[in-house]
């Protein structure tokens, strides 16, 4: 039989090992909160639209009807940073976009430059152009990260039936001709283009 002295010990210390597991997981807790809002409010953590595929045109855009708000980052410490904001048409732009216009249109299509997630969503420079050429002409960006050749020819169609705009500006880099044309050997690409008699087509 125990005795009471024995068994007023044993509660006191098996309550004491309860205070202090307590206090261990309440200061763990505490610990890892304010870890989280230090790296959210100085190192944010990337965050992304969500991708929709348009299968009349074969094309990629965000969905307009999911996460339309966000911040980009990159870099170990998140160096670059860039406020995105996902239009009523599914691409980064500050503005909506609407089929009737009241002005010429222009329609810069392209990869990541034009996409733009590396700066805050109003200084990609389709947005500086739209506020530079602002009374004269409209400015709608479509950009996809990752978009070659031949998706800039898709891009141009959906962008022509859609929005009909006067002039379509694609932008090129030099790493958008890697796998695009058709002498290329790149597997990954689903298609590719040729130049026939000065025009791209897509084989």
Known sequence: ????????????????????????????????????????????????????????????????????????????????????RINNAGWNSSIDYVPSKILPRIAIVGDSYVEAFQVDVEDSFPELLRERLKGQYEVYQFGMSGATLPGYLRMSRYVARNFDPEVIVVVVSHNDFIGSLASGMVASVRSKIKIDGGRAVEV
């Open 1 to 84: 039989m125990v005795s009471p002295s024995v068994e007023s010990n044993c509660r006191r210390v098996g309550g004491e090992l309860a205070f202090r597991i307590g206090l261990s997981v309440a200061g763990l807790v505490i610990g890892l909160a304010v870890v989280e809002i230090g790296l959210r409010l100085f190192v944010p953590v990337c965050e992304m639209p969500f991708v929709r595929y348009l299968d009349d045109y074969q094309i990629l855009s965000y969905d307009p009807t999911l996460k339309t708000e966000g911040i980009y980052t990159a870099g170990p410490r998140s160096q670059v940073r860039g406020r995105w």
